[in-house]
């Protein structure tokens, strides 16, 4: 059995951006859509070409990303940064 720690929103951030040079800049925010940690300007970005955002009820997580990233592992680093968050 694995445990997962519960992660703040720039510690969310940091093991985020460890493990994709896909990632160009990120962020977290609340429900409310403000900036618990991260690059500011991507609060009011939308999901796009180099845009990828994961939302829960309580929190998001914005990434840009690079011209090639790997969606479908990014979209699943995206889920288990923002679980992590979810059990803080």
Do not use: C, N, Y
């Not at 429900?31 to 991260?38: D, E, F, N, P, S």
């Amino acid at each position: 059995m694995t445990t997962r720690a519960a992660l703040t929103p720039a510690g969310a951030l940091g093991w985020l951006m460890s493990l994709s040079i896909d990632v160009r800049a990120a962020a977290v925010l609340d429900a409310a859509g403000t900036v618990l940690a991260g690059d500011p300007a991507l609060a009011s970005a939308a999901e796009g070409a180099d845009v990828m955002v994961a939302r829960s009820e309580r929190h998001a997580i914005v990434v840009r990303t690079g011209p090639r990233p790997l969606k479908r592992l990014l979209q699943a680093d995206l889920r288990a940064a923002l679980e992590s968050l979810e059990m803080a």
